[in-house]
Nanobody
């Protein structure tokens, strides 16, 4: 069982920045950030595997940057130029299987409790 602990959420005005961090109890092949707002499906934001391969959701490209410290089993998400539509619960996810995959929630077996990000206009 993998335990994931998120931190770094909060409230910010549009145009601002936030940094999210997730620490896993053990090393996993993939770690990722997803988000979900009320009435919407959980969508992939950014992911990185142990070899440094990344995946980004369309909403994150050009504004968000994912990074990983494999020695500390930590995944970070630097979010810049935040918009009100980025408001959501952000979840850390992980999976032990390596290799390419769809960037979809069904591909990840372990989930954190989530951290709220609220962007005001």
């Amino acid at each position: 069982q993998v335990k994931l602990v998120e931190s770094g959420g909060g409230s910010v005005q549009a145009g601002g920045s936030l940094r999210l961090s997730c620490t896993a109890s053990i090393r996993t092949a993939w770690m990722a950030w997803f988000r979900q707002s009320p009435g919407n499906e959980r969508e992939g934001v950014a992911a990185m595997d142990v070899d440094g391969h990344t995946m980004y959701g369309d909403s994150a490209k050009g504004r968000f940057t994912v990074s990983r410290d494999s020695a500390k089993n930590t995944l970070s998400l630097q979010m810049n130029s935040l918009k009100p539509e980025d408001t959501a619960m952000y979840y850390c996810a992980a999976d032990g299987s390596g290799g390419s995959r769809d960037f979809a929630a069904r591909e990840f077996n372990y989930w954190g409790q989530g951290t709220q990000v609220t962007v005001s206009s």
